[in-house]
């Protein structure tokens, strides 16, 4: 069995940082990718940013120059920094990681629980 716990989100100010972290735990074989996606109320979950094993990274439109997507590969933790933030960042952040586990025979997606990240004043 695979989780993916996130961590690291919260209520900030307009302009403010946070960070964001997600483990890859359980009987998992290899890593393509993983990254984050975010939903905001009654808005489309998005990509966020997206980093694959290659070290290929890929952000969304909203979010370049100011996120940035890193990953710990010993311990299958991906991590999301994000700055400058502004009240429209506010949405669930989901972490996503497309594996394959011990046992099965092809990639799949999976995702984390979500935390919520607020930014207001």
């Known amino acids: 069995q695979v989780q993916l716990v996130e961590s690291g989100g919260g209520l900030v100010q307009p302009g403010g940082s946070l960070r964001l972290s997600c483990a890859a735990s359980?009987?998992?074989?290899?890593?393509?990718?993983m990254g984050w996606y975010r939903q905001a109320p009654g808005k489309q979950r998005e990509l966020v940013a997206r980093?694959?094993?290659?070290?290929?990274?890929h952000y969304g439109d909203s979010v370049k120059g100011r996120f940035t997507i890193s990953r710990d590969n010993a311990k299958n933790t991906v991590f999301l920094q994000m700055n400058s933030l502004k009240p429209q960042d506010t949405a669930v952040y989901y972490c996503?990681?497309?594996?394959?586990?011990?046992?099965?025979?092809?990639?799949?997606?999976?995702w984390g629980q979500g935390t919520q990240v607020t930014v207001s004043s």
């Open positions: 996503n990681a497309l594996l394959e586990a011990y046992g099965d025979s092809r990639l799949r997606n999976y």
């Open positions: 359980g009987s998992i074989s290899s890593i393509d990718a």
């Open positions: 980093l694959t094993s290659g070290g290929s990274t």
